[in-house]
Antibody, heavy 115, light 110 residues
């Protein structure tokens, strides 16, 4: 079964950091680009960042540039998102998504930024 | 980053046809098309249509996607109660080198 499982979310104070992880299984992870997409409570989907199978072509949405870093470890079938200088506007459910087709989504991990 | 434009809500009667639209520009929808995703309340999104308008396996034949110029469309025929959901379009913007979502359309089946 193709599966993506996110972890690492939680409650964090403004200005602090958090690292999200995504464990992939059921497909050849190193063959595919991967993405992070977020959804604030009651709001729409918002693309955050993505990278190619070999970690090339890293792209970020304007609102996270300089604060978030996406990475992957193909040996561990894992995707990561290091989030620094968090603000209350980063509060959202963060999804890990497979490929540029966006064909498989995890259940998401909730990040709440609050003092 | 400007997103894609979708009507916030559409309401249609049971067994009728709904057409959802997604408007972008020549750098995104008009360039490589748009994918469509469905999201039921409390669940992650599900891919309904690739950017080439093909359906993934397991997606109902009642759904079809198309594109005309800078506008992508998702047509759902024979509306069923389970079609009531939020629908999002998604495209690659070749000018900005980012992926952009539409704001989503809430489809209500009456």
């Amino acid at each position: 079964e193709v599966q993506l499982v996110e972890s690492g979310g939680g409650l964090v104070q403004p200005g602090r950091s958090l690292r999200l992880s995504c464990a992939a299984s059921g497909f050849t992870f190193h063959d595919h680009a991967m993405h992070w997409v977020r959804q604030a409570p009651g709001k729409g989907l918002e693309w955050v960042s993505g990278l190619r199978w070999n970690s090339d072509g890293i792209r970020y949405a304007d609102f996270v540039k300089g604060r978030f870093t996406i990475s992957r470890d193909n040996a561990k079938n894992s995707l990561y998102l290091q989030m620094n200088s968090l603000t209350t506007e980063d509060t959202a459910l963060y999804y890990c998504v497979k490929s540029d087709a966006f064909d498989i989504w995890g259940q998401g991990t909730l990040v709440v930024v609050s003092s | 980053q400007a997103g894609l434009t979708q009507p916030p809500s559409v309401s249609k009667d049971l067994r009728q046809t709904a057409t959802l639209t997604c408007t972008g520009n020549s750098n995104n929808v008009g360039n490589q098309g748009a994918a469509w995703l469905q999201q039921h309340q409390g669940h992650p999104p599900t891919l309904l249509s690739y950017r080439n308008n093909n359906r993934p396996s397991g997606i109902s034949e009642r759904l079809s996607a198309s594109r005309s110029g800078n506008t992508a469309s998702l047509t759902i025929t024979g509306l069923q109660p389970e079609d009531e959901a939020d629908y999002y379009c998604l495209a690659w913007d070749s000018s900005l080198s980012v992926w952009v979502f539409g704001g989503g359309t809430k489809l209500t089946v009456l």
